[in-house]
């Protein structure tokens, strides 16, 4: 179905960055574009006009246009790995990834058959999402089938592309979330069928990791990313030391952890896997080849002490695999963005291999759409593209207000606002043309 938004045009006006090609690729002059003073027009949910102001203030006639001030005029943020059935969890003490699991996850996660509890959750989690001018977003559900009606159902009331999936696990897990091999692949195949491109959402085929599903289970679940190749797949791959050593226990005819994937064809375009901090090269190379990307998940690499993934490692010329930026709640400890660069320019510093803020910014936004084949639709400001937007107050906090007298470039200016920045950097969230959210 294509997106139809009944209401009039809207204009808005600002300066406006937006990407066009990867900077870890490309030199930087040639991957965005930057207007000091510019105008959207946005009509039935997508951006009809944009360019400078001067240019198309003359066009507008009686359109009445709204103007931003200090502000920069960005494509939304996307969040490429989340888990909003851990929003009642975020902060728990961590530990490590297994124990959190067990300590935390799967007990929060039990209450998800209560179709009530799941509404409840899915109308905080996406009202936080829009506060912090994320308009886009891959979700993990729980095994139950209502956790996933919970999310596209509240979502579907802002038009939101979301694209979330029930988790399929059989084994390593209570008794009370577990399904079989046969339930998972009922359960997944009748939510494809109610809710795959229904207006924007997307369904993701969603093993929640190698470890919590049997041979069995990875079988029929390949089946059904065969039945339906044009769904996302979603899990997690190498996120922590003692995990991996694990799937080696588990599977020991694969080669790798990433090998368990491919295995039963769950390595495709428009698959993506959560954290990929220990890959091998093997791994990164059979990743390029499949056409799969990984989500750079910083701040709960950093919260369970699992590591720093190395994005320029990831992104080597000679196999470039495609990153996308995640916050990864509950064990990510914040719905903003911004802060979510923050962490990950710590882990780049970590593994000897800054880059810029152009970088990060591109990352949060194009380089995520890319992430999920989605750049036709999502993660630039372009005439035709879906008009889901963010517009950042560039002076929100009084040190930010300060400290951005002395920014001497654009450069230093994102870097400010991702540095120091968070929820109140965020003027406004528009999705599909309208304003759903104004801080």
């Known amino acids: 179905m294509s997106v139809i938004v009944n209401h009039p045009k809207t204009a808005i006006r600002g300066a406006l960055l937006t990407f066009k090609k990867d900077p870890f690729f490309h030199p930087m002059a040639e991957c965005f574009w930057y207007e000091s003073d510019a105008i959207i027009v946005m009509e039935n949910g997508k951006i009809s006009v944009v360019g400078k102001a001067d240019d198309i203030l003359p066009t507008l006639g009686d359109i009445s246009v709204k103007h931003y001030r200090d502000s920069l005029m960005m494509p939304g943020f996307i969040d490429s790995h989340v888990h909003y059935p851990q929003t009642q969890i975020i902060g728990a003490y961590g530990e490590q990834l297994i124990d959190w699991l ?15 509890h799941a509404d409840e959750v899915a109308e905080v989690f996406l009202r936080e999402q829009r506060r912090n001018g994320v308009t886009a977003s891959t979700i993990f559900c729980t095994v139950f089938p209502e956790s996933v009606d919970a999310i596209f159902a509240e979502a579907e009331k802002y038009n939101m592309r979301i694209m979330a999936g029930k988790v399929c696990m059989d084994r390593y897990a209570p008794e009370a979330l577990l399904d079989t091999p046969q339930k998972a692949y009922d359960e997944s195949k009748a939510l494809i069928e109610k809710w795959h491109k229904r207006g924007r959402a997307e369904y993701v085929i969603t093993p929640r990791f190698a470890p919590t599903s049997t041979h069995e289970q990875l079988e029929m679940i390949g089946t059904l990313a065969s039945e339906f190749p044009d769904t996302l797949i979603q899990s997690h791959v190498s996120e922590n030391i003692k995990e991996i050593e694990w799937v080696k226990e588990l599977f020991p005819k694969a080669k790798d952890y990433t090998d368990v994937y491919d295995q039963y064809g769950l390595l495709r375009d428009r698959a993506i896997y959560g954290h990929g ?28 002490g699992s590591g720093a993934f190395n994005v320029h490692q990831a992104k080597s010329a000679h196999r470039p695999i495609k990153v996308g930026l995640a916050t990864d709640l509950g064990a990510g400890t914040s719905f903003s963005i911004l802060q979510t660069m923050n962490e990950a320019y710590k882990a780049a510093q970590l593994n000897g291999a800054p880059y810029s803020s152009l970088h990060t910014f591109y990352l949060a936004t194009k380089g995520t759409a890319e992430a999920l084949s989605l750049e036709d639709k999502i993660g630039a400001l372009e005439v035709g593209m879906e008009a889901d937007l963010v517009v950042l107050n560039l002076k929100s906090t009084p040190i930010i207000e300060y400290r951005m007298r002395y920014a001497q470039s654009l450069e230093e200016t994102l870097f400010i606002q991702m540095t120091l920045g968070d929820d109140r950097a965020i003027a406004a969230t528009y999705i599909a043309g309208k304003m759903v959210y104004e801080g």
Not at 288 to 296: C, D, F, I, K, Y
């Open 277 to 304: 901090v220990h890959l091998t090269e093997r791994e990164f190379h059979i990743l390029n080849e499949r056409g799969s990307a990984v989500a750079h998940c910083p701040t709960s690499n950093f919260f369970l």
């Open 102 to 116: 067990n300590n935390y996850t799967f007990i929060a996660e039990q209450n998800f058959k209560d179709r009530a």
